[in-house]
């Protein structure tokens, strides 16, 4: 019969201990390697994710700043080609006015001699219908004058004989407003006392 073992001996129980220790400490140190492992991986992914999303920032700013130059360049263009555009039509229309002076000065310079000559003989026109009314005035100056001073006459005529009339209406006017002018100081005078007496009333 195999021989039943006795019971352990106290340097196998100690290695056993130690041993079970050391696969409890390798099993803790494990445990933390994959805790900052992963702690890491974690980390290191954030960072690379980060880069890509800084990346990708980046190049999107980049595409929107080509974009926005590329329509600043455009709208620069444009509005080169439309002050270029505007330049020749002012150009043109300028030349279109200095044609038109100029065909209207040669025109007027063409026409000149007989435009001279039509002024001319409307100034003499009016020369001699002035000289003509002229000479009719002084050939009825005396008439005129004298149914001018007869018209004088008659309105001195008219005047005096108005004057009667007149002064009449002139001091029945006057008569009038110092009529009622005498009211106006009657009525005021008797204010004037019935304002006194109140007073007077109050006062005692």
Known sequence: MPRHPGPPSRNRVESHT????????????????????????????????????????????QVLHRRMRRRCESMEQDMETRRSQIDER???????VNCEVEKQLRRYEARRPEIEEQLNQIQQRVNRRLQKYQEDYEARRPEMEERLR??????????????????ETIRRREEKLDHWI???NDRFDALEEEETIRFEEEES
């Open 90 to 96: 002012w150009r043109k229309y300028q030349q279109r």
């Open 150 to 167: 007869q018209s004088w006459l008659q309105l001195d005529g008219w005047l005096e004989a108005q004057r009667p009339h007149v002064e």
């Open 182 to 184: 005498e009211v106006q």
């Open 18 to 61: 130690s041993r079970r220790n050391d696969q409890h400490e390798v099993a803790r140190r494990l445990e933390e390697a994959s805790a900052e492992t992963l702690a890491e991986r974690r980390r290191t992914r954030g960072e690379r994710v980060f880069a890509l999303l800084q990346r990708q920032t980046d190049r999107r700013i």
